[in-house]
């Protein structure tokens, strides 16, 4: 009986040298330890033994098991590591492939401007309305200090749907219609950035929608030098700290006096360029004081009440900023124009 055992130590010895998977190793160990395996069949030859034979003879087949197993346990552990070792091959991955490009969105230059504008000016206390861009007469110019027939309305060149309706020639009737609304008459202080509209043909410089921002303050004493630290704080905030602006008397029939606010060139400084056509100063925006009669039209007591109003154009701004030259292409969403602002996030 020891010989047959251990003629079945030598037999698997042999027989796992063939064994390449771990699948093979598995049927093997069945034809050993399975229950019609040689191992199960020594062990029936129990029952024909005296009960010392049966110590000895169990002794010895507990080793054999053992001895067995161990043989097993070996071959197992080298080939899991080998079929590892070839799975790992099999499925590597080329990290060198190039990925797939992602799309990430980005702001519209626009809304960069706006965002940038209104967050300047919500920090200094403002709140920022919008209004209707289908808008009535009576808000776009009446109200204003423009009334019917009056020469400055050729200037605003407008899209009228009605007699009495327009589309919006400018921010400027949210003005009147927030005065009108504020019942206590109490102070005012907001921007309202929108799309306006005019009858231009549309160019280079020119858009028949584009937008503005308004800006209103009313309150008591106020003056031209609260309209210049105002907005000296914000040109310095769009073009640096070092710029410097200039006033130039000009006319709105909302304002008076109107003023053409020039800032000195961000570009070269104020010596001249290309940017600034050689002057060293780009025209930036119309502002000035509230006009009495528009007080007066808003239900504000023009004897104790003053005002400032100022209208920037974002994308005269976002010209200027990104070096843009076309305006249109605000307009006709051309991705490879909208993807190079991908490259400005996080400046101003
Ligand atoms: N609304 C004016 C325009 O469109 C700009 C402006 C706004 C001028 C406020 C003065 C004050 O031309």
């Given amino acids: 009986m020891i010989e047959k055992m251990n003629e079945l130590k030598s037999k698997l010895n042999e027989e796992i040298k063939n ?3 771990t699948r ?5 160990r069945v034809k050993y330890f399975g229950k019609k395996g040689y191992v199960t069949e020594i062990s029936s030859h129990m029952k024909d033994l005296s009960n010392d034979e049966k110590r000895e003879f169990g002794m010895q087949l507990n080793s054999l098991r053992n001895d067995l197993e161990v043989l097993f346990y070996e071959k197992k552990n080298i080939l ?4 590892l070792r070839e799975t790992l091959e099999k499925e590597k991955i080329d990290i060198t492939l190039p990925a797939d490009n992602n799309d990430v969105g980005t702001l519209h230059p626009l809304t960069r ?3 940038e504008i209104e967050e300047l000016f919500v920090s200094m206390g403002y709140d920022v309305v919008s209004g209707p861009e289908i808008e009535r007469d009576l808000y776009n110019f009446e109200l204003l200090n423009l009334p019917k027939g009056h020469p400055a309305r050729d200037a605003q060149d407008s899209f009228y749907i009605t007699e009495e309706m ?3 020639t400018h921010t400027s009737p949210v003005q009147a219609r927030t005065m009108i609304a504020n019942q206590e008459k109490t102070p005012i202080r907001i ?3 929108g799309a306006v509209y005019r009858r231009d043909e549309d160019d280079r410089t020119h858009s028949h929608k584009f937008h503005q921002i ?3 303050v009313i309150d008591e004493n106020i003056s031209m030098s609260d309209l210049k630290g105002t907005l000296e704080l914000a040109m310095k905030h769009l073009f640096g700290e070092e710029r410097e602006l200039r006033f130039r008397p000009s006319f709105f029939p909302f304002t008076e006096p109107s003023v053409e606010v020039d800032v000195s060139c961000f570009k070269c400084g104020g010596e001249g360029c290309a940017i600034c056509k050689g002057t060293g100063w780009i025209e930036i925006l119309g502002s000035g004081l509230v006009h009495p009669n528009v ?5 504000y007591d023009p004897k104790k009440y003053s005002g400032f109003a100022f209208g920037f154009g974002p994308e005269r701004i976002a010209m200027l900023k990104y070096g843009i030259s076309d305006i249109r292409s605000f307009y006709t969403n051309d991705l490879r124009f909208l993807n190079t602002f991908n490259r400005m996030d996080g400046e101003n």
């Fill in 19 to 21: 064994i390449s998977s």
């Fill in 24 to 28: 093979e190793l598995e049927d093997l």
């Fill in 80 to 83: 899991i590591d080998k079929e």
């Fill in 113 to 115: 401007i706006t965002n």
């Fill in 166 to 168: 327009l589309l919006r």
């Fill in 191 to 193: 921007i309202c950035p």
């Fill in 214 to 216: 308004e800006g209103l």
């Fill in 295 to 299: 007080l007066k039209n808003c239900g």
